[in-house]
């Protein structure tokens, strides 16, 4: 499943990143573009704005006003799985998979305590970005587990 995001709906899209979804943010694109880009991709729109909703076959309506609403819409409405392993998987801010690296290519790339205090690093290969399991990942987990046990998923 593939997403593209309205400009009114980045948080939204970058948690779907975090779940390992394939999800574009539109950001200064008008409707038509959003349109054409998820038709030539198969992507799936996620939208605020109704009208443009109503102009796209594989489009969904986003009312929630709240992250964790939001991202119970979209996971009830496709059916999707939370996977654990397929979290961090892409960038946040590219939407590339990242890559697994060795320890010491990152030394000097992450604070020290993070490089002392983790074994296992992954990279962006577009923009460069390092990802470790951090305190961030504890509390990104909690979140979608919480909506897994909302909805009777697998985590």
């Known amino acids: 499943m593939k997403f593209i995001c309205d400009e009114m709906l980045g948080t ?3 948690w779907l990143r975090i779940m390992g979804y394939d999800t574009e943010y539109a950001k200064n694109m008008d409707d038509g573009e959003i349109v ?4 030539r991709e198969g992507r799936a729109i996620l939208t605020r704005d109704k009208m443009l909703a109503k102009r796209a076959a594989n ?9 964790e609403e939001q991202i119970e819409r979209v996971v009830e409405h496709f059916t999707l799985e939370i996977d654990e392993e397929r979290l961090l998987s892409r960038c946040t801010i590219c939407n590339v998979e990242v890559e697994k690296v060795e320890k010491g290519e990152v030394r000097e790339k992450v604070p020290e ?4 205090s983790h074994d296992e690093f992954w990279r962006c290969p577009k923009c460069g970005r390092i990802y470790w399991t951090g ?3 504890d509390n990104m987990k909690d979140m979608l587990e919480k909506i897994k046990n909302h909805h009777n998923l697998p985590l």
């Open 12 to 14: 939204l899209a970058k």
């Open 36 to 39: 054409a880009r998820a038709e």
């Open 59 to 67: 489009s969904l309506y986003i009312g929630e006003r709240t992250l």
């Open 113 to 116: 305590h993070v490089w002392e």
């Open 135 to 137: 305190s961030h990942w």
